[in-house]
């Protein structure tokens, strides 16, 4: 079933003419209504109403993550608050989080593009869904619930974690969708076999996995152990949470709901388009949002894209996994965490920088687990074991507060973290297989 | 009188004690009394040695974490009952013991009985008070 | 101008206009129930057949009692009353412990729960425009999905920040300048004592009204929250059973909860003896749900103890209004908001091979939030001497809690008889919380 048939099969070249009326209303709309943007069109010599093709996109400037915590927290919005009816918010680099704001439209709007999702996963309307994706601030959760109320799906809002429980619901009430992170997924395959539960018998047929980059091999592995389609899910708060792109059961890229997140690819360091099938940095502009529309926003994704018709018959054009980022950014679990903000703590624990390391696995049963090494510095060390577990703790929980994500904290020997030219490697990424 | 006991940080690694230990001995340091303090991850290694200016910095210049801290040294006769006698003084008067650890000293018939305490100062008066043998840094190194 | 009422007509009508609301209402709960297996067999076996024997409230009484037991014996169909196609919402209390119920909802019911919630919103003075900062935990538990359909409904701007990390809380209360928020008592004075740590206080915040809800408090907590923050206090009665939030709701004269009587018939037994008592005679609530088809509820014993009052109240509203809660007919623990049977506790213990017979637990104020301390003796058998062994111990009884109770224990393990033995019935919990 394709949710909005209309659109998503549209005829390319009129596609364009929607995406062209589109963006000239765009560029009216956020020249009028954000004083960013005028301020920005104005540096630019842009005259909104010189905006007429889908084409001409590339004449305006790009927005970056940087222009949005800058701007925090009401710089971006193009509507008065009073207009506003739901905020979501995402923790930044270092200092302020990203912020993000949905009009009643714009709910529609995230509702409608996840209905498509879900229909173009395979979902039908009279299925039920298990969404273990964290509800809250992070947008995984409601956003999966909102196309789900869309749809007219049957919605269990499990949210994550709890995975004894998240597998007693799968069998009381046999949903056959399951959205959650894909290392999720692997992590309770692992569970179910602990428990005497054979996944292969699961009620769960068709897996909406995102929020976190994840392999071809990966997808074999979860498709053999719970005997289901693995599909991928890309989105990012910014655009609108989840709902940007989604596979269909084709898996041959994801396809982007481009009459209205229209995307480019270019070579980040020279900002230019780059050839379709060539690897770059995913650029999305935002075409009818009315909260926090964004222009040409650098998502720091590495993908290519693919403008060839599917065989679902969907004309939109596709992106591939996620390849890489353009900066330092590691997503576990559906979290963004950056080294910065690691640093942030640390400093703000000791008021010194000790050496520290970010390692990241998923060797425990597929769930990524991330463990912050520390180097035990004399200031920081008492001969009282109590004191060290506390000074632990207090790591512990100061990322969480800052990053959202409970992280392993282990203490290590002086000078035992590698240093390359003086600076140590940061990070260790062990996923990527 | 208080000893300076040295404390050092260990990862939970293969060969990490005979490191130190090794390090210690072939400059001449000696160990009087020592002992671990165990967790999933980490140890902390305690010992009272004969030279522990000279242990300390050995030790920081090897890139140890380690420290210095108070702790106290009491003689107990080396009998049943030696040690109830001295716990039974610390109770009664209130004292709170951090961790203590033990050592036999092979050419006495005392055993040696290493306390750290929440205060060092109290506790000293109290044991004093009650008579009991405190060990001072000279008899360590002469041990 | 503002509206005072969200449903003007419903909130004030005359109480027989009320009642006859009610008899309507409860025709159509019997013909909804009479379509589920449960309410089929139990109803014709109290010779009610059809909705045409109820003609005025007093009929009520010739319902029987639904009670938690029967939920989950009849786990997971048993009181569905429409195809799976329609239910468009599963809220269920699945454990990992003891048997899960659960709770349907269609298209229609998620409809009218939000309605009522947002008549609870208004009712207080809050509404759109206000940003409203929602601190329940979202996800199967109601409280959270329950406040956010009703404030999404109101039009009131809503931050979805989910419950727990309350430095980032205290930032979004502050970047965003939140005038609302709705969370548990115990973690609204929490909440306080980390704002006032941080440097310029309350200075910065826009705060004027909470909602209270989850967990029972006294009227001297609610003066406490209120004085803290300089804010009105609201307090919320529902649970999950009954959809969640919104079966009953303080409004501006804070002067005990309105029961959506439209929405639910309300009772107050006597719990030994199932007779119905007087206004202002504390006893069980009892509650029947007219608002839900997908899995009607019929004099549903909740457990909670409390009384009403039909005194008129100065707001207009007719609704009768139902007292603070008051206790428990059973031993069920309230711990930040989180419904915890002893039976639980012991379950997850039990499995766990290194643990001896004995334990007992004890519930603890740390400053604002409780605190749950696990005593447990070891299985000598089992111990190895080797201190971590111990540790590991502890963390698996810790993580094995955390993750089927939603609660972070302090667990303390003892030597076999340390705990004491008492003849006949242990006494497994010591709650030392000051009583409400």
Redesign the interface.
Same mark, same amino acid.
């Given at each position: 079933m394709i949710w909005n048939e209309q659109i998503e099969c549209m005829d390319p070249q009129q596609l364009k003419g929607v995406q062209s009326e589109r963006l000239a209303k765009l560029a009216e709309y956020v020249y009028s209504n954000s004083p960013f943007y005028q301020q920005r069109f104005d540096q630019h010599k842009i005259k909104p109403d010189s905006i007429k093709t889908i084409e001409q996109i590339t004449d305006l400037p790009f927005t970056t993550k940087i222009d949005l915590r800058d701007n925090? &927290?009401f710089g971006m919005f193009s509507v008065p /608050?009073?207009g506003?009816?739901?905020?979501?918010?995402s923790s930044g680099t270092t200092g302020n989080?990203t912020?993000v704001?949905y009009t009643?439209e714009d709910i529609k709007l995230w509702s409608d593009v996840m209905a498509r999702a879900l229909c173009c996963a395979g979902a039908e309307?009279?299925d039920?869904i298990q969404i273990a994706y964290?509800?809250? =601030?992070f947008t995984g959760?409601?956003g999966f619930h909102y196309g789900s109320?869309e749809m007219?799906? $049957?919605?269990?809002?499990?949210?994550s974690? /709890? $995975?004894?429980?998240q597998l007693?619901?799968m069998q009381? #009430?046999k949903p056959r969708i399951l959205a959650c992170t894909p290392s999720y997924a692997l992590y309770m395959a692992e569970q179910a076999k602990e428990l005497g539960i054979d996944p292969r018998k699961s009620s769960w047929k068709i897996g909406i996995f995102g929020a976190e980059p994840w392999s071809d091999s990966m997808r074999d592995e979860i498709e053999n152990l719970w005997d289901m389609l693995a599909t991928d899910v890309y989105g990012l708060s910014e655009i609108i949470g989840p709902g940007v792109a989604q596979e269909c059961p084709h898996k041959d890229g994801l396809h982007i709901f481009s009459d209205v997140f229209f995307p480019e690819i270019i070579d980040p360091a020279t900002d230019q388009p780059v050839e379709p099938g060539q690897d770059g940095e995913l650029v999305i502009t935002t075409l009818t949002k009315q909260g926090i529309p964004l222009i040409r926003y650098r998502t720091r994704d590495i993908v290519s894209m693919n403008i060839e018709k599917c065989r679902c018959g969907r004309t939109s054009p596709r992106i591939s996994k996620i390849k890489g980022r353009t900066d330092d950014m590691i997503i576990i679990r559906g979290i963004n965490l950056f080294p910065s903000q690691i640093e942030e703590v640390l400093l703000s624990i000791e008021g010194t920088q000790p050496h520290y390391q970010i390692v990241v696995d998923r060797k425990e049963h597929g769930l990524d687990m991330v463990q912050v090494q520390v180097e035990?510095?004399?200031q920081? #060390?008492?001969?009282?074991?109590r004191k =060290?577990?506390e000074l632990k703790a207090k790591i512990q929980n100061g990322i969480?507060?800052v990053v959202?994500l409970r992280v392993d904290v282990? =203490?290590?020997? &002086?000078? $035992?973290i590698v240093r390359s030219e003086g600076k140590s490697k940061r990070v260790i990424d062990k996923r990527k297989n | 009188m208080r000893l300076k006991q040295i404390s050092v940080f260990l990862e939970n690694k293969k060969g990490r004690l005979q490191d130190v230990c090794s390090l210690l001995g072939s400059n001449g340091i000696n160990m009087r009394a020592l002992t671990i303090a165990e967790t999933e991850s980490f140890g902390v290694l305690r010992m009272v040695v004969d030279k522990s200016d000279q242990a300390i910095d050995l030790l920081r210049k090897n890139d140890f974490a380690a420290n210095v801290t108070d702790v106290v040294a009491v003689e107990v006769e080396d009998k049943p009952g030696g040690l109830a006698g001295i716990l039974k003084i610390i109770s009664d008067n209130d004292v709170n013991i951090e961790y203590m650890y033990g050592f036999v000293e092979k050419f006495s018939d005392k055993a040696l009985l290493v306390f750290r305490f929440e205060d060092t100062d109290h506790a000293q008066r109290i044991l004093n008070e009650n008579g009991v043998s405190i060990v001072a840094e000279k008899d360590i190194q002469g041990l | 101008m503002t509206e005072k009422f969200w449903n003007k007509e419903i909130e004030t009508a005359p109480r027989d206009q009320i009642e006859k609301l009610q008899v309507q209402g409860l025709k159509k709960v019997i013909q909804w129930a009479l379509d589920t297996p449960f309410y089929g067999k139990k109803l014709k076996k109290s010779e009610i057949n059809s909705p045409d024997d109820f003609n005025c409230i007093a009929d009520l009484t010739k319902l029987p009692f639904t009670t938690k037991d029967d939920l989950r014996n009849n786990f997971p169909r048993g009181l569905l009353a429409v195809d799976m196609s329609e239910v468009v919402r599963i809220h269920s209390s699945s454990g990992t412990t003891g048997i899960p119920t659960v709770i349907y909802f269609t298209q229609d019911d998620v409809n009218r729960w939000s309605d009522i919630v947002a008549r609870s919103i208004i009712a207080t003075g809050a509404r759109k425009g206000d940003i409203f900062q929602n601190m329940m935990t979202y996800g199967l538990f109601t409280g959270g999905l329950g406040l956010h359909y009703g404030a999404e409904k109101v039009g009131m701007t809503v931050i979805p920040v989910s419950s727990g990390n309350t430095k980032r809380q205290v930032q979004i209360m502050k970047d965003f300048q939140s005038t609302v928020v709705h969370a548990t008592p115990s973690y609204l004075m929490h909440l306080h004592s980390v704002i006032e740590q941080s440097g310029p206080g309350l200075a910065g915040l826009a705060l004027r009204k909470t909602f209270v809800g989850a967990e029972p408090h006294s009227e001297n907590t609610r003066l406490k929250i209120e004085e803290m923050f300089g804010i009105d206090a609201y307090n919320s009665y529902g649970l999950s059973e009954l959809n969640g939030p919104g079966v009953a709701f303080e409004c501006e004269f804070k002067d005990s909860m309105h029961v959506w009587e439209d929405a639910y018939i309300v009772e107050i037994i006597d719990p030994a003896t199932g007779q119905q008592l007087p206004a202002g005679e504390e006893g069980e609530v009892v509650l029947t749900n007219l608002i839900r088809q997908a899995t009607p509820l019929i004099r549903y014993r909740t457990r909670d103890l409390a009384y009403l009052t039909n005194e008129p109240c100065r707001c207009g509203r007719t609704h009768q209004r139902l007292s603070r809660i008051t206790g428990r007919t059973d031993d069920m623990l309230i711990i930040n908001g989180v419904n915890v049977f002893p039976s639980q506790i012991e379950e997850i213990i039990m499995q766990i091979p290194e643990v001896g017979t004995n334990w007992q637990i004890c519930l603890d104020k740390d400053g604002a939030l409780d605190k749950l301390t696990v005593n447990v003796e070891i299985y000598s058998k089992m111990f190895s001497g080797d201190a971590s062994q111990i540790e590991k111990l502890r963390s698996r009884i810790k993580e094995e809690l955390r993750a089927s109770i939603v609660i972070n224990p302090i667990v303390r393990l003892h030597e076999p008889g340390f705990l004491p033995v008492s003849e006949g019935k242990a006494k497994r919990v010591i709650d030392n919380r000051p009583k409400i």
């Open positions: 925090y &927290p /608050q009073k506003i009816t739901e905020i979501h918010v989080p912020v704001g009643k309307p009279d039920t964290g509800y809250g =601030l959760g409601l109320l007219g799906l $049957t919605t269990i809002p499990a949210s974690g /709890q $995975t004894k429980r007693k619901i009381d #009430f035990i510095e004399e920081l #060390f008492s001969d009282e074991v =060290l577990n969480e507060g959202g282990k =203490l290590v020997e &002086p000078k $035992t | - | -």
